[in-house]
């Protein structure tokens, strides 16, 4: 089933259905009007996946993927225009440009955390690159999955564009079909065997990964903004999230002043008790339940929150304090409404922590000192970096987003998932009119054209110098007279 569905989108690539401007625009025109027309299904299907507030579900999932195939029905176009480069001076009657052709049919496996828009942003590039693509919808969210299995044929071209259901083990199996490129989102140990096996036919990957974001508080910052971002960011989803702060390093003179907003913040949102708000979700499943709760129950200590209830699979908003860094909560992921507190006595001792871990997806910095920020961010390595908010920056897109080192490789949004789902094909295009120069090359090799071919092949700094500057010359005067007729011309 899968392999005769990869096989139709090739049939379909190769027939160049995707080529054409008119065909893209009617295609990422259809994904607009699909989050458009069934909103509410996608409201409703996200509340039975993750019992996910209809306010989330548009703002995070559907507005930011629309915002995504808006900006490239504005732009496609001239994302796909040839780029023109400079040239030297043996290539200065020639045409030098780079021209962005699909890669083919690629394969887009999405996360549970947030299963709309990890699908289709990516789909939107897909798209706008001229490719056919092969997603594949978490199946923890098993609504949000078979709505959209649903609904794509309705909008967008069957034979180009097709929905699989694949559980992680099917995995390495569907990546081993052999596409063009493989575009993953979601934890470590899933994008380590997507990695293996795209590794085992060269299929180049995408991987966005979950980490351990660090969050720096400092002392000079105002503390109730930066307690309410934090929480907004860490509790959005009910935690489950690859972009929002794992965990804080807060420095030691207002630890306590930060602890207290966040208990605040809490009361605030989801009122004195969580489980009977609107605005709070569930785990998605119970394995993911279990796990959490067992990290939890075995690190630091509890300030508020920490209640559980199996069969509601909900999780408590918690604050953690008293936590060392072998906690498990320290040492794993954290895809649950959960956020430990730990201290620092300066930014020194925070950047050494950061650059102790494994490079992170994200790092926050709340500070009003400026020079704390630029430190933070030039003195740690992430895949993106946002001071005095958290998640913002992965939304936009003008902005690449991806990870680095262990939180992935590969960025995607705007422009940049364009690129993602692009070849960048080198072109020169020559003529035959002119060998005054070229000639240089042809054996039997003579040191009287050496001093030529070097001036020639060196064009960045002849760029510098009036059309009147000549090189040393060495050779017969015959050769001399075909040198500077080039020149003049």
């Not at 907004?232 to 690859?242: E, K």
Request: glycine content about 6%; charged content about 20%; hydrophobic content about 40%.
């Amino acid at each position: 089933m899968k392999r005769a569905i990869a096989w139709r989108a090739r049939v379909a690539f190769q027939a160049g259905r995707t080529l054409k401007e008119s065909f893209r625009l009617t295609q990422l025109e259809a994904v607009v009007r699909m989050l458009e027309e069934h909103e509410g299904d996608f409201v409703d299907a996200l509340g039975r996946d993750l019992h996910k507030p209809r306010f989330e579900t548009v703002v995070s999932e559907l507005i930011l993927v629309k915002n995504e195939a808006l900006h490239a029905i504005n732009n496609f176009k001239k994302w796909m225009q040839p780029q023109h480069v400079e040239r030297n001076l043996s290539t200065t009657l020639d045409e030098c440009l780079v021209v962005s052709e699909p890669l083919g049919v690629v394969f887009i496996m999405a996360t549970w955390c947030s299963p709309v828009q990890t699908c289709l942003v990516p789909l939107v590039g897909a798209i706008a690159a001229g490719n056919c693509a092969v997603i594949s919808p978490s199946e923890y969210t098993a609504h949000t999955a078979e709505l959209l299995h649903r609904l794509t044929p309705f909008y967008l071209d069957n034979e180009c564009f097709h929905v699989i259901i694949a559980g992680t083990h099917d995995l390495p199996e569907v990546v081993e079909l052999k596409f063009d490129h493989v575009f993953f989102t979601g934890n470590i140990e899933e994008g380590n065997r997507v990695a293996q096996a795209a590794a085992r036919t060269l299929t180049p990957v995408t991987l966005i990964l979950g980490s351990k974001n660090p969050c720096y508080v400092d002392q000079h910052c105002d503390i109730a903004t930066a307690a309410q971002r934090i929480a907004w960011a860490r509790f959005h989803n009910a935690g489950q999230s690859l972009v929002a702060p794992d965990y804080i390093l807060c420095h030691t003179d207002v630890k306590a002043q930060l602890v207290q907003a966040l208990k605040c913040c809490l009361t605030q949102f989801f009122g004195s008790d969580p489980r009977e708000s609107n605005s709070f979700g569930r785990m998605v499943n119970l394995e993911i339940f279990n796990r959490m709760k067992d990290i939890l129950w075995r690190s630091g200590k509890i300030a508020v929150g920490g209640q559980v209830i199996e069969s509601e699979k909900y999780i408590a908003p918690t604050i953690l304090t008293e936590v060392v860094e072998s906690d498990p909560i320290m040492q794993q992921d954290v895809f649950g409404p959960v956020l430990p507190v730990l201290s620092v006595n300066n930014v020194d001792e925070a950047i050494s922590f950061i650059n102790k871990q494994d490079k992170a997806l994200c790092v926050y910095a709340y500070s009003s000192n400026s020079k704390v920020i630029s430190r933070l961010m030039s003195e740690t390595s992430s895949g993106s970096f946002c001071s005095n908010d958290s998640v913002l920056q992965s939304l936009m897109v003008a902005l690449p987003f991806g990870g680095v080192g262990a939180s992935g490789m590969g960025s995607y949004h705007g422009r940049y998932s364009f690129d993602t789902f692009s070849h960048r094909k080198s072109c020169l295009l020559r003529g035959t009119r002119f060998e005054c120069v070229t000639y240089l090359r042809y054996p039997p090799y003579e040191d009287r054209n050496l001093s030529l071919m070097t001036w020639n092949l060196a064009g960045e700094k002849n760029k510098k110098t009036k059309k009147t500057t000549r090189a040393p010359y060495v050779g017969s005067s015959h050769n001399m007279q075909k040198y500077c007729y080039c020149i003049e011309k």
